[in-house]
């Protein structure tokens, strides 16, 4: 049988995939969203990650937002986003419908390979189900075929980009391994093959919730060395003069991982009647740093006599970490907001949000000639602002908290 396979979500993780099977494939790609598919077919990413000729493997005729479209396709590769609800419980409701959709059309021996986060279970608890609802297909007698592949993409990271990385398999029936190794070894060539599910999405989880707890660690010191008047980064340099000390910094931890997936693992562990007392510990604190920040920016703008209510202040860097566009639970917008609403004299500088319906979002050039500004609050470590330290005006106070630009 021919593979014809097809991207479903076209989104941080789904484009990357779909990029790279369609050098081998005469790959489809599927999105809900009517405007990425028009922004793609004109071979333009509005996340700002691929260039026009990065996307020219995609054929525009191949990007569909009806999913008949993609009927004759038998290899699909479902990329769709997991968040959490307000109360902080996983929501399913983008991959549910995903499965809808695809049980339409899902015919005797496709395959379906789920990459999206979800917790250890949801892929044979929820999505099977679903599936075959909708398809009238059985997946116990092997009607279907259902795999499973942690995505680890991270934005704006040029060197651990998907051909790079260790790309996991989770293939329950090793009869159709061949033909998923086929795919996918066009996406990695470091590939490691499980037989179970769940195991690799509790695989996936836990990556992200040991860094989340790292970090939160290094923050709990930032804090406490601000309290206890401490220079922080002197404490970090000598605290790794030791061999093994863990390499992880303070910040604002967002985007659309470790914000999320400590809830997904802590939700499932409490519906098996196991209360996690370590997982959720670094929720409260990272959570906790936004506001932390916002104080300590209020101190510096007081002690050194700037108006918080009347002076020209810029927030530079608002995307959810350096040299991206993703604004995904982003607490550097979250703090440049509060100030907004304090001082109609606030102005957000970041090269990735111009033009996205925000007239206080200014360019680096205008900054560095504008003699009003009184201060500028480094938030984000994007490169583009790599020279603000030496070539920002004296008269302009800089607050860099998180020792950004410094060696």
């Known amino acids: ?32 969203n009517f405007q990425r598919i028009k922004s793609l077919k004109k071979f333009h990413d509005f996340n700002l990650e691929y260039s026009k000729k990065e996307l020219s493997s995609i054929k525009a005729n191949n990007l569909k937002n009806k999913i008949l479209e993609v009927k004759d396709c038998n290899f699909f590769i479902v990329c769709v986003p997991t968040p959490i609800k307000l109360n902080k419980k996983p929501d399913l409701a983008p991959l549910k419908l ?41 997946y116990k007698k092997n009607n279907f075929i259902v795999c499973y592949s942690p995505e680890r993409i991270n934005p704006g990271d040029k060197e651990h980009t998907i051909d790079k990385i260790n790309k996991l398999l989770a293939i329950p029936n090793k009869k159709c391994e061949k033909k998923v190794r086929l795919v996918y070894k066009n996406l990695s060539k470091k590939i490691f093959i499980s037989r179970s599910i769940k195991e690799t ?114 927030f530079a860097g608002l995307t959810y970490k350096k040299n991206v566009s993703d604004l995904r639970n982003s607490h550097a917008l979250k703090i440049y907001k509060h100030f907004s609403k304090l001082n109609k004299n606030v102005y957000g500088m970041d090269s990735f949000l111009l033009g996205k319906n925000d007239n ?18 480094l938030l984000v470590e994007h490169d583009e602002f790599k020279n603000i330290l030496k070539k920002t005006n004296k008269k302009i106070h800089i607050i860099n908290l998180f020792n950004f630009y410094k060696k």
């Open 201 to 314: 999405e509790t695989s996936k989880v836990i990556e992200n919730i040991q860094r989340d707890l790292n970090i939160a660690l290094m923050n709990e010191i930032f804090i406490f060395c601000n309290k206890l008047g401490l220079n922080f980064y002197n404490v970090l340099e000598q605290a790794k003069t030791k061999w093994n000390f863990g390499k992880y910094l303070p910040g604002l931890v967002g985007g659309h991982c470790l914000p999320v997936d400590p809830y997904y693992f802590s939700h499932i562990a409490k519906k098996n009647k196991f209360k996690t007392k370590v997982t959720l510990a670094g929720r409260s604190t990272n959570e906790y740093m936004k506001l932390f920040i916002i104080e300590l920016i209020k101190n510096e703008i007081h002690k050194n006599k700037i108006n918080l209510n009347k002076d020209k202040i810029v």
């Open 1 to 32: 049988m021919k593979i014809k396979p097809c991207v479903i979500g076209l989104g941080y993780v789904g484009l990357p995939a779909l990029i790279k099977i369609s050098r081998k494939f005469d790959a489809f790609g599927f999105d809900t």
């Open 360 to 377: 206080n979002i200014i360019k680096l050039n205008s900054f560095y000639k504008d003699k009003k500004i009184r201060c500028v609050v």
């Open 98 to 138: 995903a499965c809808k959709y695809l049980g339409k059309i899902l015919k005797k021996n496709d395959i379906v390979v789920f990459e999206s986060t979800v917790y250890p279970g949801a892929t044979e608890d929820i999505c099977v189900p679903i599936l075959e609802k909708n398809s009238s297909l059985n």
